[in-house]
């Protein structure tokens, strides 16, 4: 009997022996690390989420790649996105892409914002739009 629960014995045969009863389990070091769907859909997540041209995921696989290899750094992917959606689901908390891809944007509308909360404040703000980044 192990724990509370009774399990039958698990008969196996040998070529050299007779029928030979052994012990129920055969006990393993080695136990899988959380829930098997979880894992394969964060694997899956991470693989998609390195293919987006431009995130911050694809720069973070792509320095990482060259010293864990392939697996490893799409494990570490995974690990960032498993704390994206922690701190989502459990502070709340908004995403927002912080990669190259999405940096113009950003200074633009940033650059917009400011100027409007200099002329709140009463200062005579000048400029245009800011120029995109030519990258030859």
Not at 29 to 43: Q, V, Y
Not at 59 to 86: D, V
Not at 105 to 131: D, W
Request: glycine share 6%; net charge positive.
């Amino acid at each position: 009997m192990v724990g509370n629960c009774e399990r039958p014995p698990v008969i196996t045969a040998y070529p050299d022996d007779d029928l030979t009863l052994i012990r129920p389990y055969l006990y393993s070091t080695r136990s899988p690390k959380g829930d098997r769907h979880m894992r394969r859909l964060l694997n899956q997540a991470a693989q998609s989420a390195i293919k987006v041209k431009g995130s911050i995921f694809e720069l973070t696989f792509h320095r990482l790649f060259p010293r864990l290899g392939y697996k490893k750094a799409i494990w570490a992917i995974a690990h960032r996105l498993c704390q994206l959606l922690w701190l989502t689901l459990r502070k709340g908390a908004r995403y927002e892409e912080r990669g190259p891809a999405v940096s113009a944007k950003s200074k633009r509308t940033r650059a917009t914002r400011m100027i409007r909360e200099l002329k709140k404040l009463a200062y005579r703000a000048e400029g245009g739009p800011v120029p995109a980044l030519n990258r030859a």
